[in-house]
């Protein structure tokens, strides 16, 4: 049962996907559709779960369920899953290559895969404080302070110099 995203208590679980490359207008549209469609009818075990997604950025797409009403199962994840590797492999948006870290830099993002980030912190590409995309958030409360936060405030610390942090 679809919900509008704004809708929802900032419990609601969220998953976030993030694309290597911003999407086109025409790929928004159709990721909107389905994405519409699906969320309608996502159901754990028979019965509906309250869902909706959004897409931040023109480059992350974030799908959440009101835990409150009926809570996500490993079934319907999958379901979820399904969908977006669907989406993936149709546009070719790298939403499930773990190995890209994405940074705000102005009013771009800047992609970085994990084997260049030492180098690309020697490079000055990024630092400390780099606005970083911290996707591994889990609910929706989270995207207001915890979704964008300084690198050292990451798991990308263990990149940083003791003496920078």
């Not at 609601?12 to 159709?30: D, L, N, V």
């Not at 990721?31 to 309250?50: C, D, M, R, Y």
């Not at 950025?57 to 590797?85: P, Y």
């Amino acid at each position: 049962m679809f919900a509008p995203f704004e809708s929802f208590d900032n419990s609601a679980r969220i998953w976030i996907y993030q694309s290597g490359r911003k999407f086109t207008e025409a790929e928004k549209s159709t990721i909107s559709e389905t994405l519409t469609a699906f969320t309608h009818s996502w159901v754990v075990h028979g019965n509906p779960l309250k869902t909706s997604f959004t897409i931040l950025l023109d480059q992350f797409i974030v799908l959440a369920a009101d835990e409150t009403f009926n809570e996500a199962s490993g079934c319907s994840i999958d379901s979820s899953v399904r969908v977006m590797r669907q989406l993936d492999q149709q546009f070719s948006l790298g939403l499930f290559d773990r190995t890209q870290v994405a940074f705000r830099k102005d009013d771009n993002i800047e992609i970085i895969p994990l084997n260049e980030l030492p180098r690309a912190l020697a490079e000055g590409r990024w630092s400390h404080d780099s606005p970083f995309f911290n996707n591994v958030i889990a609910t929706k409360g989270q995207l207001t302070n915890e979704w964008i936060v300084p690198a050292n405030r990451s798991w990308l610390k263990r990149y940083l110099s003791k003496t920078v942090v």
